[in-house]
């Protein structure tokens, strides 16, 4: 398990105690702190003598920071947690569980959102194939990368994480993996607890994740999945209407409208689409 961190001195306590806390004996846990300037080394000292290895030094980013990490794992199965979300006990167990009635597959468990008022429900892992991920906008699928596990060795052979990627480097990952012909089993309990707060990059840059989720997936290559050029088109569209409306609520009216040309510009039948399709949701409802 490897927690990547840069100023989460208010959170990494508790994702730290909570691996630490599963009691697994065979637990090899890495944290690469990217150079914090708050409260968050003095903490991991703390767990220091715990630890596999740790560092505190500045980085390229996220995906640099777990790649880092993923360099100095030797075992079977591999997962990063955040150090703003928590793992659920037992869950190490379960998953090795699994993982010995089905060696060599991705494992997925529920996750828990929560955030300083407590629980935001619970949401059970489900649906995960190469097709529900490269034609994701079709799919009735949910997971979490923190209640999500991956065979190192196959990990390491698609080249670890794309480090040019911020926000969709999971998806990438897990895509590249499944491309493999590597199979998905269930953990059928709560793994991760996903926390929900203002800095969180999921709860700020929906859009931005997809925006840059649809070239990263439209670049790899002899994928089994058929998609064709303008379904991705209209795909990027109808992100970039999600844009144009923030604008345009926020009062921004000559970037919004900057921004809808643009997705007319890219893909006319998925700006139309996108807006129609609003449009008769709201009539329904």
């Not at 991760?192 to 203002?198: A, I």
Request: proline share 3%.
């Amino acid at each position: 398990v490897v927690t990547p961190s840069y100023n989460q001195g208010q959170f990494i306590e508790e994702t730290i105690t909570s691996v630490l806390s599963q009691q697994y004996p065979r637990l090899q846990y890495i944290v690469i702190d990217g150079g914090s300037t708050d409260n968050s080394v003095e903490i991991i000292k703390k767990y220091a003598h715990r630890l596999d290895y740790w560092e505190s030094a500045k980085d390229r980013g996220q995906s640099h920071a777990i790649n880092k990490g993923i360099a100095r794992c030797t075992g079977d199965i591999f997962s990063w947690l955040n150090s703003d979300d928590v793992m659920m006990p037992g869950a190490l167990h379960a998953v090795a569980a699994v993982w010995k009635r089905h060696p060599g597959t991705i494992i997925a468990g529920h996750t828990e959102g929560f955030d300083h008022t407590g629980s935001l429900g619970v949401k059970k892992a489900r649906g995960l194939s190469l097709k529900s991920f490269v034609r994701f906008w079709e799919a009735d699928y949910h997971w979490s990368q923190c209640s999500t596990f991956v065979p190192l060795k196959v990990l390491l052979e698609i080249g670890a994480l794309r480090e040019n990627l911020h926000h969709c480097m999971d998806h990438i990952m897990l895509t590249e993996i499944m491309a493999r012909g590597v199979e998905v089993s269930y953990v059928d309990q709560i793994v991760g607890r996903f926390r929900f707060h203002g800095e969180s990059k999921t709860v700020l840059l929906k859009a931005e994740q997809t925006m840059e989720l649809v070239p990263a997936l439209r670049s790899l290559k002899n994928l089994p999945i058929v998609v064709q050029d303008w379904e991705w088109d209209a795909e990027i569209a109808r992100r970039v209407v999600e844009l144009a409306r923030r604008d345009l609520r926020a009062g921004r009216y000559g970037a919004g409208l900057k921004l809808l040309g643009r997705a007319f510009a890219t893909s006319p039948r998925g700006t139309v689409g996108d807006v129609s399709s609003r449009i008769m949701h709201r009539a329904r409802a």
